[in-house]
Structure formats: structure tokens, C-alpha cells
């Protein structure tokens, strides 16, 4: 079992559903972005997804998007991100996700990327904007070096999401709306009918993400699925406190995970 299944695991054993927060890298700057991750360990998070910035995140809202500039405008590289991962995995052990685009890996290189990534502690990589059929472009490197290659489905996925879960390793990201990532009122998407798609083909764990921002919105995913992920919400956070934000951010992981347990 990988260290990103484990960590479903260790959840479900704890009578939970797993908790992932999103946490971009670098906004407001790397400093703050390592005491926010330590900071969600502690407070109870089960696998930590780290967002790489890419100049053009086509899967982000405002948000995460508006993030992501900061970041670059603050002189972050993935090199930079990497010496990040190293400095924390002296300190905590959670699975740590890099949530990231293609573009990012093929520019420093998809074997190096990955090779790096695992030498730093990376146990997982979600890249949004490769579809299923694309997928062994990078699946096959990341399975050389212990890396999971996380596939997504979507409402849009229909007939593919048996397929998908077929061949997923790690975990499975179901993406909850259609669009872009953000924070939303409500979720409309019949995502119970997702899952158990997926779960008639793979005990693989399926994660719930896109617009999930409160406890309940969290508890109602959780209910039908292994774990939930939450982004924007904490993005929010970072925008309005900046360096001051890791004690808001703590206690809204805290909260969202109890509501889970």
C-alpha cells in the first residue's frame, strides 16, 4: 500500500474520512507556506496537496488563480519548492501531493521532476490537464519512483469512470462541479452515483474536491465518499490574512475535520 492509500486508511481506521487541504506554494511566500503546512498536519489533516503556481491554471478559479501570480510575482520556482518539501519532511510525515499542470513537469523535465520529487518525500501527483488517455505520458515514470499518479474524474467522465478507476493508484480525485475550482453554496452534482461507479470497479478511496468550503458541505461529501479536498476556502484565508494567517487556517482544518469524524 502507498503512503497516499495509507493515509485513507489510517482515517478509516480512526473511524474518519480523510482530510486534504490545497495549499498553494509560495503565497505569500515560501516561509509562510512551510508554517501552514505544519500547521495542517497538526491540526488534523490526512494528506496535504502542495499547488506548484503555473501561469496559466486553467482548472482554478479567481482564487487559486489570483494565488498563483502572487507566488510567480514573489520569484517562487518549483527548485524553490522542492528545498520546501526537504525543510518539512524533517519535521512532519503526512503524504504530501504536488497538485500542479503539465507544462510545470515537461519543462524541468518529467524524469527529473520526478526523480526529484521523490528524493524530497512527494508521494503523489495530480496534474488536472491530462486526460485519462494521456495519462501514460507520466503514470509509468511516477510508478519507478513510489510517486502515485492520481487520476480525476468528473461529472463529464460518463462512461470513462469505470475505466479510470480500473487503473487509479493512490487515490481518486472526483471532481464534484463542473467548471473551475471555488468556493460554492452548493453542490448540485449526483456525486453519490460518481462514486459508487467507481467503487463497483476499484477499492481504490475516492476523494470529493471543487467547491467544498464548510463543515457541512464537507460531512455531506464525506458521507459518500473516503475523504474530502478544500482549496479555495483556505486560498480565502491566506488572501485576507497573509503572513498572518496560519493560526485562522489551523483552526478551519481543525473544524473540518471533526466535522468528518
Known sequence: MSNTARAFARAQEAGSKAFIPYIPCGDPDLETTTAIVEACAHAGADLIELGIPFSDPIAEGPVIQEASARALAGGVTTDKIFDMVRDLRTRIDTPLA???????????????????????????????????????????????????????????????????????????????????????????????????LVRAATDTPVAIGFGISTPEQARDMAAVSDGVIVGSAIVRIIAEHGRTCVPAIKDYVRAMKAAIS
Open 98 to 196: 504536488f497538485m500542479t499542470y503539465a507544462n510545470v513537469v515537461y519543462s524541468y523535465g518529467v524524469d527529473r521532476f520526478l526523480t526529484t520529487a521523490s528524493a524530497a518525500g512527494i508521494d503523489a501527483l495530480i496534474l488536472p490537464d491530462v486526460p485519462f488517455e494521456e495519462k501514460n505520458e507520466f503514470a509509468p515514470n511516477c510508478r519507478k519512483v513510489d510517486i502515485d499518479f492520481v487520476s480525476l474524474i468528473a461529472p463529464t467522465s460518463h462512461d470513462r469512470i469505470t475505466a479510470i478507476a480500473k487503473e487509479a493508484e493512490g487515490f481518486i480525485y472526483c471532481v464534484s462541479s463542473m467548471g473551475v475550482t471555488g468556493v460554492r453554496k452548493e453542490i448540485t452534482t449526483d456525486v453519490g452515483a460518481m462514486v459508487d
